[in-house]
């Protein structure tokens, strides 16, 4: 269990590139696909038919939306916001913000959309939670 505590920790510690090459590199390695696994959708038991959604179904993950920066906003202090939040470097985070509108971070829950908003809306960011 060591182990995996330390490999978790060391991927952490990567930035978006490097994780993506890890990807890549571990795919190759081992002939395998990384595809993305539908969650929360149940099968339908043997019928064909599509099973029924609940009538009201409470959102349950967020994405939050950096839309623009404010007129008097501080760019500078946005993309060290930004570089925090996302753990990229200097570089990516500035091209990060000079390509808003751009999602920040998805899927996440209702309290962490709050609190990234707030962070980055106290900076001079102007965000929206779908």
Do not use: Y
């Not at 060591?2 to 920790?9: F, I, R, S």
């Not at 500078?76 to 200097?90: D, P, S, Y």
């Not at 990516?92 to 751009?102: H, M, Y």
Request: with cysteine; net charge negative; aromatic share 2%.
């Amino acid at each position: 269990m060591a182990k995996v505590d330390e490999l978790v920790a060391a991927i952490k510690e990567l930035r978006v590139k490097e994780l993506a090459d890890l990807i890549k590199a571990l795919e190759e390695e081992f002939g395998v696909k990384a595809a993305p696994v539908a969650v929360g959708v149940p099968a339908a038991a043997g019928t064909g038919a599509p099973a029924a959604a609940p009538a009201t179904e409470e959102q349950t993950e967020f994405d939050i939306i950096l839309k623009e920066l404010k007129p008097d906003a501080n760019r500078v202090a946005v993309i060290k916001e930004v570089r925090a939040i996302l753990g990229l470097g200097l570089k990516e985070a500035k091209d990060f913000v000079d390509s808003i509108p751009k999602p920040i971070k998805e899927k996440v829950t209702k309290e962490e959309a709050e609190s990234l908003k707030q962070r980055l809306e106290a900076v001079g960011a102007v965000c929206e939670i779908k």
